[in-house]
């Protein structure tokens, strides 16, 4: 056996799909084996692989024992000549392998081996070679100074930014999205350390090579795609936590003991300040909206406040202090409490949230005024005058975030992106029938063809003109069909139109999703919805009052749609079964959906099949999972729309 690839999985199915359909394309005339290990995964992940990839050695664990123990379990049973740890959130380029193998072949003394890396918008990631993390190193990657002089071979040394990323070089350093070691090398060093569960273990196994008297190298003749998903988000404490603890076991280990002890004494200052900074900057972003919006309030209730009682009295000071100190801020926080429990400070920003929170708040102090003693009432019209006011500073100041591009604060989030889809007649179609079941929110600008001699009209160019038809088009995103371009095509077109500012997204031969841009675990860069849309109460809501609406309005105007309907028998008698509940205008296709647990619901009149066009995915499964995932009333609409005369 020459080669043994171990991926760990963890709850990226779609991702681990066309990882692993790149490694089989990449292992053809290879003698290898791939070996997974699912932590307990509950996105259907094991199935998947069960069902698509029967050639694969599964490992399907009960519960999640960590990155470097379910490494081990495989480790310790792989054959290969070489072994390589590969993550599942990559993708491989066909010749990949056989460029590590032939490097490694030819240099004897490489124990471990990392290739070239980009991230999904072709953008080189400075990870694929690093330095040791000494205690000075290591200050300059936590301070920040790194970014200052990212080519200083001292400064810069944990990145090792002053080799140039298109060098083969030794390194120290070896990435664990992809680490190809020689299994003598590890049968000599032993496996992955397990007291780390998460990060560190990739520079403990990489600094054990180099002990063992072997080199790393870096090699980026060979190239992956990495979408740099992590289990952890980066800006939460627990990745802060568990990746300097990480640094703390390592220097512990393998440092002297006063090297260790002032190495973990910066690491600890290290944790405290980032836990510091975070918790002032949610505490920042929580409140600095609501405080300014209390601010704003009180400024302009004061200004009304005054002209109302110079109107009134024609005196300034007609009203008392405790009516300017207490009562008006009083007021105020009943208003924003309102908002706040009508999803007024919900992001993004949604108008009718706010109304809808000041109206009621307005109401409930109107309500309050009457049941005050008469002394106590100072002015009805104030109120409603401070509300008017509210509305309008609210507004005013979330117009000011937009028009400073503050992030969730755009009046317009839905503003369509314009996209291109790249591959041969039969797979662009495919791809954008996928585009119209999900239901994404894009302008279509064309077909383009991979291939340079068509001359069809049904493309509106060429993959050489790509660059011309993005900037001609004003093109956001670029969508590649990986069945008629291979990796290598994809990484190098992403490479050559990294100054276009586009995305790019990968969409999997015979699957219904698409992959991109940069992050594994953000649902703009996976088009398939998080799973069980449909269950939440709110949809659920909405989905009983659009067949309720839909079948009064199908009564009220049965004289003229009767007439028009194919199946006249049963018009009558489905509108009746939608308004008793007994079922949905819009329900699943006929098959079983057990496999993926989707929320019940009732039983359909019509169901996401009846919204397929040609070259649309037609597995009942698949179409279903589609339609909880991505669950909106304008669906149900298009689909009874479509079928009307069916009814």
């Known amino acids: 056996?020459?080669?043994?690839?171990?991926?760990?999985?963890?709850?990226?199915?779609?991702?681990?799909?066309?990882?692993?359909?790149?490694?089989?394309?990449?292992?053809?005339?290879?003698?290898?084996?791939?070996?997974?290990?699912?932590?307990?995964?509950?996105?259907?992940?094991?199935?998947?692989?069960?069902?698509?990839?029967?050639?694969?050695?599964?490992?399907?664990?009960?519960?999640?024992?960590?990155?470097?123990?379910?490494?081990?379990?495989?480790?310790?049973?792989?054959?290969?000549?070489?072994?390589?740890?590969?993550?599942?959130?990559?993708?491989?380029?066909?010749?990949?392998?056989?460029?590590?193998?032939?490097?490694?072949?030819?240099?004897?003394?490489?124990?471990?081996?990392?290739?070239?890396?980009?991230?999904?918008?072709?953008?080189?990631?400075?990870?694929?070679?690093?330095?040791?993390?000494?205690?000075?190193?290591?200050?300059?990657?936590?301070?920040?100074?790194?970014?200052?002089?990212?080519?200083?071979?001292?400064?810069?040394?944990?990145?090792?930014?002053?080799?140039?990323?298109?060098?083969?070089?030794?390194?120290?350093?070896?990435?664990?999205?992809?680490?190809?070691?020689?299994?003598?090398?590890?049968?000599?060093?032993g496996l992955l350390d397990e007291t780390f569960f998460m990060y560190g273990e990739d520079i403990d196994f990489s600094y054990r090579i180099l002990l063992g008297g072997y080199k790393n190298y870096y090699l980026p003749s060979a190239r992956i795609i990495h979408y740099k998903g992590e289990s952890t988000k980066k800006g939460s404490m627990n990745y802060v936590y568990t990746f300097y603890n990480a640094m703390v076991i390592f220097a512990q280990k393998h440092l002297s003991q006063s090297n260790a002890q002032i190495f973990t004494f910066f690491i600890k200052i290290a944790i405290w300040l980032r836990a510091s900074l975070a918790f002032m900057k949610r505490m920042v972003n929580s409140i600095i909206v609501p405080l300014l919006d209390f601010v704003f309030i009180y400024l302009g209730f004061l200004a009304i406040k005054n002209v109302w009682a110079t109107h009134k009295a024609d005196n300034i000071n007609y009203y008392p202090q405790e009516y300017t100190y207490f009562v008006i801020p009083l007021y105020i926080i009943i208003w924003l409490a309102c908002m706040f429990f009508y999803g007024g400070y919900r992001k993004p920003v949604k108008l009718g949230r706010i109304f809808k929170g000041l109206f009621v708040g307005t109401c409930a102090l109107l309500v309050f005024y009457s049941l005050l003693d008469e002394s106590q009432r100072y002015s009805r019209a104030l109120i409603l005058l401070g509300s008017i006011w509210s509305a309008i500073s609210v507004i005013g100041l979330r117009g000011i975030l937009h028009l400073l591009n503050v992030k969730n604060y755009n009046f317009f989030p839905d503003k369509r992106k314009s996209y291109l889809i790249v591959g041969d007649k039969e797979e662009t179609t495919r791809v954008g029938n996928l585009f119209q079941t999900v239901g994404i929110h894009a302008n279509f600008v064309g077909f383009v063809s991979n291939n340079t001699n068509t001359t069809d009209s049904y493309f509106i160019g060429n993959i050489n003109q790509l660059v011309e038809l993005i900037r001609f088009y004003k093109t956001d995103e670029v969508i590649f069909c990986s069945k008629n371009l291979s990796t290598e095509e994809i990484i190098s077109h992403m490479a050559n139109l990294q100054s276009a500012n586009v995305e790019y997204k990968i969409a999997p031969h015979e699957t219904e999703f698409i992959i991109g841009t940069n992050t594994i675990h953000s649902t703009e860069d996976l088009y398939t919805v998080s799973i069980n849309t449909l269950s939440s109460t709110e949809n659920k809501r909405n989905k009983r009052i659009f067949d309720i609406s839909t079948a009064c309005a199908l009564l009220l105007t049965s004289p003229i749609i009767f007439w028009i309907q194919k199946n006249k028998r049963n018009f009558f008698r489905d509108c009746i079964y939608v308004l008793a509940g007994k079922r949905s205008w819009v329900g699943y296709c006929d098959g079983d959906n057990n496999e993926h647990k989707l929320p019940k619901i009732k039983k359909g009149i019509f169901s996401p099949k009846d919204m397929a066009t040609n070259g649309l995915p037609t597995n009942p499964q698949h179409l279903n999972l589609l339609y909880t995932k991505n669950y909106k009333v304008l669906t149900d609409l298009i689909i009874v729309l479509r079928n009307m005369r069916k009814i």
């Open 1 to 189: 056996m020459k080669l043994s690839i171990v991926i760990v999985n963890y709850n990226v199915k779609f991702f681990l799909e066309q990882c692993l359909v790149s490694v089989f394309e990449a292992t053809k005339n290879i003698e290898s084996e791939v070996w997974v290990v699912d932590n307990n995964s509950v996105d259907g992940s094991i199935g998947m692989v069960r069902e698509k990839f029967p050639q694969v050695h599964l490992i399907a664990n009960t519960d999640n024992p960590g990155f470097s123990k379910a490494n081990n379990q495989a480790l310790r049973q792989v054959t290969g000549e070489y072994v390589l740890l590969l993550n599942p959130d990559t993708l491989v380029e066909k010749d990949t392998f056989q460029k590590c193998i032939d490097f490694m072949n030819e240099h004897p003394d490489c124990g471990g081996l990392g290739v070239k890396m980009i991230n999904g918008e072709g953008r080189y990631l400075p990870e694929s070679k690093r330095g040791f993390p000494t205690p000075e190193v290591s200050f300059y990657k936590i301070s920040g100074l790194i970014k200052l002089f990212p080519k200083s071979k001292r400064i810069a040394r944990y990145y090792m930014g002053h080799l140039s990323e298109d060098e083969t070089n030794e390194i120290e350093i070896l990435p664990g999205a992809y680490l190809m070691i020689r299994k003598t090398v590890m049968d000599k060093i």
